[in-house]
C-alpha cells in the first residue's frame, strides 16, 4: 500500500467512507437481487471500490463525470443521491432517472454527474465534449470519464485521445483494467496488454495505477487533474483492479469455467477496503469505534434508500412518451 | 435566453425559382451562412465544427470565413474521426453547448451512427429529462458527376426511425435559413439535411433573424386534382411536373413538408381529402422510406378520401451507379411525377 504521508486526515477518512459506502451498497443490491425487485441489470463493482473513490475524491462539486454500465461506484463517489439512484434501481418514478435509465443509466447534475453510456467506450467522446464546453465558457471546470479495458479496443478512444490531446482540453481518461469483457479475459482481445502505453501516441501523459490501492489512484489522479485543470491538456491513467464479480447480476456462476483459478486466487488476497482499513488502523487515523460509527451511519443511509426506494411509486404508464424531447 | 425574441414566420412570401421581384435574395448556402453567422453573434454557447469549415471552401459557401470573425475557437476544423467527434458535440450539447456539426455528405454520418442514435437521441428520455442534447448535424445530399454509391446517399429515411431526432430537410433559401435559426435553438439533436442541387436556388431571405416552426409544412401550389408532396430537392421537381401537367388542364397540388420529424400530418391529409390522389417524391430509397411512412399515415388516417392507390417516387433499391447514363435512369424527376399523377388522376 503506498504511504498515506502528506494526505490530511480528513481525505484520508473520507476516502475510508466511501470505498465502504460503495461496498456495503454492491452487498446490499446483491443480497437483495434474487427478490427479483431490481429489474435491471446491474453491473457490480466489488473489487473495483478504490478507484471511483480514489477519482472521485480529486474532484470539485460541479466538476464533470461521465460513467458506463458499471456505474454505481462513480455516482456513489462523485456525491450521486443514494435514495434517488437505489430507486433507480427499483425503476421507480423518484430514480435519478425517473425509472427511465435503470442500472446503466444513473444521473445526478447537481454534482456533475451527465450520464452514463452503456454502448462500451461510448460515454468517453461525451466527456471530451464536455470538456470543450468548459473551455469555450472558460469555468475551470475538468471531465473525468470512466470506462474499462473493453473499451480501449474501441476506435471511439482514439479518435477522442486524438482530438482531447489536440486541443489540449480538460479531461481525464480513467480506464478500469479488470481484466474481463464479460467471459473473455484481456489476453484474449489485445495484441498488447499494456493500455497505458497507448495514450503515448497523442504524447499524452499516462500512469499504470494500481487501483486495489486507493492512495496510489488518488495521487496519480490528483496529479492528472491538476495539470489538466492549469491547461496542460488531457491524461491518462490505467486503473487495474480485479472484478470480483461476474460481468452482470449476482455472484459469479461461472467463474471456473472462465477465470484461471491461481489468477483468481492470487487477486483475493487483495481487498481494497481491508488493505486500505489495516493502513489506516496502523496510521492510527481508523480506530476499531470509528469504524463502527461510519459503517453504522452508512447502514442507515443504506436502509433509508432503500425504503424509500421499495415505497416509492413506479412511473406513472401513461407517461410513456415523456421526457423524449426536452 | 437568446432566442425568445425571434419574429416567427410561416408563410414564405413569393416563393418562385425563377422571380424577379425586387425583394432581397440569397441563394441556399448564402441563406444557411447567414443564419449561422447570425446564431453564432446572438449566442455565445453556439459553436460551429466540422471538416473544413475553415478552409478557403468554407462548406460550400456556408460556413466561409465565419472563423475570421468568430475565432478558431469556435469556428474550427474537426479530425476525420466522425464518430467521436460526434461524440464530442453531443458531450458538449450536454454540458450546456450549442454545437452545429457541418458535414459534407450524409454518407459520412453512417460513421457516427452509434453518437446519433445511442446517444444523442436518448440521453434526454434515458435520463428522466434531467439532461438534454442541444445539437445541430448538417449534412448535405451530392447528386450527380459521378459522385456514386458513397456520395451521394440521403439517408433521412433511417434518422426517420428514431425517436427522439429531429429532422429538417428543407428547398428553398428561406426555409434553410429559418428552419437553421429553429434548429440552432431547439433543445433537442436536430438532422438538418440539404441537398446540392438546392445550393443555386435563390429566393427572398430577409436579413432579420427568423424561425420557422417545425411540424409546419407549407402548400407551395394550390390544386384540386392531385396532391404531390414533395421532400428536400424533389419539390422543385414536383413544381416542374405541376406546371407541364397545367398545360394539359391538370391542378396539381405541390406540398413542401420541410420537416420530417415532426411531420405535418394535418396539411397532408387536409389536401387529401380535397385532392383524393396522392404521389410522394423523395430524394431516397422508397423501400422502407420516408414515403412509406406518409403512405401509411395517410391510409390509416386519411382511408376515405383516397380515390385511388397512393404512388411513390423515389429511388430503385440498388446503390447509386457513377455513369451519367446509369444516373439518368436511376434518379427520378419532373417526368417520373407526371407519370404517376397520370396514372392515378382523372
Known amino acids: 500500500m503506498t504511504d498515506h504521508s502528506g494526505i490530511p486526515t480528513e481525505i484520508l477518512l473520507k476516502l475510508y467512507v466511501i470505498i465502504s459506502k460503495i461496498r456495503r451498497v454492491e452487498l446490499r443490491i446483491e443480497s437483495l437481487y434474487h427478490e427479483d425487485e431490481m429489474k435491471t441489470p446491474v453491473h457490480l463493482c466489488l473489487g473495483q471500490e478504490a478507484i471511483s473513490a480514489g477519482v472521485c475524491a480529486t474532484l470539485q462539486t460541479d466538476d464533470y463525470v461521465f460513467s458506463n454500465h458499471r456505474s454505481h461506484g462513480h455516482y456513489i463517489a462523485k456525491g450521486g443521491d443514494l435514495p434517488a439512484m437505489i430507486a433507480e434501481l427499483y425503476c421507480k418514478e423518484t430514480g435519478c432517472s425517473r425509472g427511465r435509465g435503470g442500472s446503466m443509466h444513473l444521473v445526478d447534475t447537481s454534482v456533475g454527474l451527465l450520464g452514463s453510456s452503456s454502448i462500451v467506450g461510448g460515454g468517453i467522446p461525451l466527456a471530451v465534449g464536455a470538456a470543450l464546453a468548459s473551455v469555450l465558457r472558460g469555468d475551470g471546470r475538468v471531465t473525468v470519464v470512466f470506462f474499462g479495458d473493453g473499451a480501449s479496443e474501441e476506435g471511439v478512444l482514439y479518435e477522442s485521445m486524438n482530438f482531447a490531446a489536440l486541443k489540449k482540453l480538460p479531461v481525464v481518461f480513467v480506464c478500469e483494467n479488470n481484466f474481463y469483457s464479460v467471459c473473455s479475459h484481456q489476453t484474449a482481445r489485445q495484441a498488447n496488454n499494456d493500455i497505458s502505453m497507448r495514450p503515448r501516441a497523442f504524447e499524452m501523459p499516462s500512469s499504470r495505477v494500481d487501483g486495489v490501492d486507493v492512495i496510489d489512484v488518488f495521487r496519480k489522479t490528483m496529479d492528472a487533474v491538476n495539470r489538466t485543470r492549469s491547461g496542460k491538456g488531457p491524461s491518462f491513467l490505467e486503473c487495474r483492479a480485479y472484478r470480483w464479480r461476474g460481468h452482470a447480476g449476482a455472484g459469479d456462476n461461472l467463474k471456473s469455467q472462465y477465470r484461471k483459478l491461481d489468477e483468481w486466487d492470487q487477486w483475493m488476497t487483495r481487498d481494497p477496503l481491508q488493505e486500505y482499513e489495516k493502513a489506516l488502523v496502523a496510521g492510527n487515523i481508523l480506530t476499531e469505534k470509528k469504524k463502527k460509527q461510519i459503517t453504522e451511519t452508512i447502514d442507515k443511509e443504506i436502509d433509508e434508500a432503500f425504503s424509500f426506494a421499495q415505497a416509492s411509486p413506479l412511473p406513472n404508464e401513461k407517461e410513456v412518451t415523456k421526457y423524449l424531447y426536452s | ?346
Open chain 2, 1 to 346: 435566453m437568446p432566442w425568445t425574441k425571434i419574429l416567427i414566420e410561416q408563410q414564405e412570401p413569393g416563393f418562385d425559382e425563377h422571380a424577379g421581384q425586387d425583394v432581397r435574395k440569397l441563394t441556399f448556402p448564402q441563406a444557411l451562412r447567414e443564419a449561422m453567422d447570425q446564431a453564432l453573434d446572438r449566442d455565445e454557447r453556439v459553436f460551429v465544427m466540422g471538416q473544413g469549415v475553415d478552409d478557403p471552401m468554407g462548406m460550400f459557401g456556408t460556413t466561409l470565413d465565419l472563423h475570421k470573425k468568430y475565432g478558431g475557437q469556435r469556428v474550427f476544423d474537426t479530425p476525420l474521426s466522425e464518430n467521436g467527434l460526434t461524440g464530442v458535440a453531443v458531450g458538449a450539447a450536454i454540458a450546456g453547448a450549442r454545437p452545429v456539426y457541418v458535414h459534407n455528405r450524409p454518407d459520412f454520418l453512417l460513421l457516427a451512427m452509434d453518437q446519433i442514435v445511442n446517444h444523442a437521441s436518448k440521453w434526454s428520455f434515458m435520463f428522466g429529462g434531467h439532461v438534454n442534447c442541444p445539437l445541430v448535424i448538417r449534412a448535405v445530399i451530392g447528386r450527380g458527376w459521378g459522385s456514386a454509391a458513397q456520395h451521394s446517399q440521403s439517408l433521412h429515411g433511417l434518422f426517420m426511425h428514431i425517436p427522439g431526432l429531429k429532422l429538417v430537410m428543407p428547398s428553398t433559401a428561406y426555409d434553410a435559413k429559418g428552419l437553421l435559426i429553429t434548429s440552432i435553438a431547439d433543445d433537442n439533436p436536430v438532422i438538418f439535411i440539404e441537398h446540392r442541387w438546392l445550393y443555386k436556388h435563390e429566393s427572398h431571405v430577409p436579413e432579420e433573424l427568423y424561425s420557422i416552426p417545425f411540424g409546419k409544412g407549407i402548400v407551395r401550389r394550390q390544386g384540386k386534382d392531385a396532391t404531390v408532396v414533395g421532400i428536400s430537392y424533389m419539390v422543385i421537381e414536383a413544381l416542374r411536373a405541376a406546371e407541364k401537367l397545367a398545360e394539359d388542364g391538370y391542378e396539381i397540388e405541390v406540398i413542401d413538408l420541410r420537416t420530417l420529424k415532426p411531420l405535418d400530418e394535418e396539411i397532408v391529409l387536409q389536401s387529401v381529402e380535397k385532392t383524393g390522389r396522392l404521389v410522394i417524391a423523395d430524394t431516397d430509397w422508397v423501400t422502407g422510406g420516408a414515403g412509406a411512412e406518409i403512405a401509411a399515415m395517410v391510409a390509416q388516417k386519411g382511408f376515405n378520401h383516397i380515390k385511388a392507390p397512393i404512388k411513390r417516387v423515389g429511388w430503385p433499391d440498388v446503390p447509386i451507379p457513377a455513369s451519367y447514363v446509369l444516373e439518368n435512369a436511376f434518379y427520378p424527376g419532373a417526368e417520373d411525377i407526371i407519370n404517376a399523377v397520370r396514372r392515378i388522376a382523372k
